[in-house]
């Protein structure tokens, strides 16, 4: 048995948190050869309440993205003896005493410029070449972003390992009608509806889902968390305001839910490192309307109705067509069904502590 640290101040940030708590959870249930070291901040201590023997907590007061975090894991790694440091981000600390093992789950802070300018994108080549020296394997989630490390970071493309997150399918699954019905009364929602889940940042290319309503009529819910994006710049866009709702959802059971309540899903996003939502979608029989860029085609394969995000026309005729033909939606509703077993928490987790082994005991 061998000691890890794990840097979790991130387990509540989207994608990079549902990657934490799904690859711990799967560890546990595994009984994998390990002790792990929680490096997270006070509030989140009691979500990471793991038994003793599994794992312990460690308070770190750095914030995230400060200067004061690159020099506060040595310390506590030396204390616990650390055999390995494993960061789920390319934030790596300095001087750490023991191997580490990064994940980057995209370069988004390499492509959007006006979004991050260029001391955003400044410290991202600095994060990563830093981590891509110092660490023994760079870990990534799509063969996508791959691509883009060897590219942009060619110097440490012999480190990078793609291994793919997955969907909880205890949690995104088909649910019982009367659940449906009762969560619809709950949520005062309408009968039928596309929806969009996920950040509305830039790069989720938000003014799509305004010309969705706008052009063709078609009611929309909305699972965000960034209302102020929301009530900002999408709602003084809408032609029909009434025809658009941003729901709060307060954990996955609610979101599986939610998609269990839509007609179909719709995901125009220009850029992503994997792109969880469509899978989540497609888990819970919904079928899905998705961007062509980036890494979707990797996940999505032919299980959803893919268009091109920079033509409006391209989009509007795809999602349209997806909202009234019945029987193409029972197409994708079975192909997206078929398609979510391709990916696997288990599977994942056991890749990813077999490579943090070698790492230890090459």
């Not at 691509?147 to 793609?162: A, E, G, L, M, N």
């Not at 819910?221 to 658009?244: C, G």
Request: with cysteine; charged share 25%; glycine share 4%.
């Amino acid at each position: 048995m061998f000691t890890i640290g794990v840097d979790c101040r991130k387990i509540n940030d989207g994608g990079i948190g549902t990657y934490l708590q799904n690859l711990l959870q799967q560890w546990f249930i595994l009984k994998v050869p390990a002790k792990f070291f929680l490096f997270c901040n006070t509030r989140d201590k009691k979500r990471l309440g793991f038994h003793h023997d599994f794992a312990e907590t460690i308070i770190i007061k750095s914030p995230k993205y400060s200067i004061s975090e690159l020099f506060s894991f040595s310390k506590p790694l030396s204390d616990i003896k650390a055999d390995l440091f494993f960061a789920p981000h390319y934030t790596l600390g300095f001087n750490l005493p023991c191997p580490s093992v990064i994940t980057i789950h995209d370069l988004i802070h390499i492509h959007f410029k006006p979004r991050f300018g260029i001391l955003g994108r400044g410290y991202a080549k600095f994060m990563i070449n830093h981590a891509g020296k110092n660490s023994a394997t760079i870990l990534t989630v799509s063969e996508n972003t791959k691509k883009d490390i060897q590219k942009h970071f060619p110097k440490w493309s012999y480190k990078v390992r793609v291994v793919y997150p997955a969907v909880d399918t205890d949690i995104f699954k088909q649910y019982p009608p009367n659940d449906i019905i009762d969560f619809k009364r709950k949520r005062s929602l309408p009968d039928d509806f596309v929806l969009y889940a996920g950040a509305l940042k830039h790069h989720k290319n938000p003014q799509a889902l305004v010309e969705i309503v706008n052009r063709l009529k078609l009611p929309l819910v909305i699972a965000s968390l960034d209302k102020r994006i929301f009530n900002e710049e999408i709602l003084p866009a809408l032609d029909e305001k009434k025809m658009v709702n941003i729901v709060d959802i307060d954990n996955y059971n609610e979101l599986a839910l939610l998609y269990n309540c839509a007609r179909l899903f719709v995901f125009p996003s220009l850029f992503e490192g994997f792109g969880l939502p469509p899978l989540e979608a497609m888990a819970c029989g919904l079928p899905v309307a998705c961007s062509n860029k980036a890494s979707l085609p990797e996940v999505v394969g032919d299980s959803a109705l893919m268009f091109s995000p920079d033509n409006v026309s391209d989009m509007l005729t795809k999602v349209n067509l997806l909202w009234h033909d019945d029987s193409m939606r029972d197409k994708f509703r079975t192909r997206g069904l078929e398609r979510v077993h391709m990916f696997d928490w288990g599977n994942s987790a056991r890749t990813i502590f077999e490579i943090l082994n070698k790492v230890v005991r090459p």
